[in-house]
């Protein structure tokens, strides 16, 4: 009974995706695409922090990349184990595009985990090349689409993931500017103060 009240609310999203099917799905695609999805990775969010703690060679920087992606990660988790959205592979008859490993089939499909990373790792590239903003979000979005083509999340799932992503890391940027105002407003005035003394 469960399966199918959850497969009556998702009933507009399958019938989107297998009407979506017929429209852009490609041989070509069906090579290509699982290839790409995994930029949203975990495994790329890792390497994403490793080249930046390489390139800008500031240890500092490190640490508050590791604490954003823990954070993404409790919230994106937190939810898929909340809410327990089985992944659209269950319902829609098409064949498999890509090898399912033990996160596609154990973990649950709401919100996209890949989406979210993807606009996590876009949204702190903006921050430092703002020049190619759109270039890092269009790539962010193609990501959250090929997990709805390759038939691993539904639109809603990308959807959320990506605001998601966008979102925490908005909001942590801001506390760490805040934090760092703070900081540097207290040097200030523990400087001023030791000049007066």
Known sequence: MGIYQDRLKMDWELKFMSWAEGWWGSPILDQILPWFTYLGSHFAVV????????????????????????????VIYGL??????QRPFFFLETAPKILK?????????????????????????TLWFPRYRILFFVLAAFIGWTRIY?????????????????????????????RDDRESNN???????????
């Open 47 to 74: 390497l994403f922090i490793v080249l930046c703690w390489m390139i800008s060679k500031q240890r500092k920087i490190f640490r508050p990349l590791i604490l954003l992606y823990a954070i993404q990660s409790a």
């Open 80 to 85: 898929k184990f909340l809410i327990q959205r």
């Open 187 to 197: 040097a200030k005035e523990r400087k001023q103060s030791f000049k007066l003394s």
């Open 101 to 125: 490993g033990p996160g596609e089939i154990l973990d649950p499909s709401f919100p996209s985990a890949h989406a979210a990373f993807s606009f996590m790792m876009a949204t702190l590239l």
């Open 150 to 178: 390759l038939g691993l999340h539904f639109p809603t799932d990308a959807v959320v993931g990506g605001l998601l992503g966008y979102g925490i890391t908005r909001i942590y940027i801001f506390y760490l500017s805040r």
